[in-house]
């Protein structure tokens, strides 16, 4: 399954970026991202990929760049540029959709690393330290925006940026757990124009919830319409947005429930820069993966 992966990630590869050939480089940034998807595939360091004997027999003739030639390559404006470009062809939704679901995902660290980047928040079961992976997904499995921050990062935050950033073919719904129920994100979506956010009312201390009211604070459109939706007298509508958005809890748990899937990140993938290219390889592999219909021998 492996090798099948990469040679899908190699056929993509062929049809983005510039065509012309780079005669001033050794190594090509699509070989350069080759290398790199063949360590990540294996769940291996870069460095592993920089060996020959751990590649077949028939893909042992050409060269392979050293670990410190691919540590720059991988930092250069080129190669991020083309591993952005692969991630949009991958993961971006290829029509409109009425029905947009948000969440986070932990990635927690070990608590003695030293990762400065990394901080603490909340996680499944309690507190932990690393990364979280945000992510606004379709029903069909397109993400059409995601962002990695630190643990302690709210969630609003990166929700608003994501909404913000989301191409036009979100529209409709956007439905989030109670987290999600703040007035900027509602408003957020209001400035779209075509995006109504559906959560529960958010419960806690001067959020009106006990009186049934929200609060002496100037409300955002998009919530009031949420909570209209929500405690109507017939809320079988947003009973059923909501029971929908568990899809989104097996799609987390598809990126992770197959060998080279987005599991605990290992001991080399550390600092913001490093965890963030390594997850959007495990995206744009579980993507392929998906479209591909690829299994294992198992399967």
Known sequence: MEHQLWRAIVALLGTLGNKRPQARLTYTDRRIIAVYYWAVVHDRPTCWACCPRNWPPHLRQQPLPSPSRMSRRLRSPSVVALLDELDRRVLAPQAPGLYWMI????????????????GYGKAAGGKAKGYKLHALVGSDGAVAQWRLAPMNKDERVMAQRMVKAAPPEVLGYLVGDANFDSNPLHRACDRRGNLQLVTPRRRGPGTGQRRGGTGHRRQAPGRLRSIALAEAPFPAFAERLRKDRSAIERQFGNLTNWGGGLGPLPAWVRTHRRVRRWVQAKLVLAAVKRAAEITTCAA
């Open 103 to 118: 969440d986070g995902k932990p990635l927690p660290v070990g608590g003695c690393s030293k990762d400065r980047q990394a």
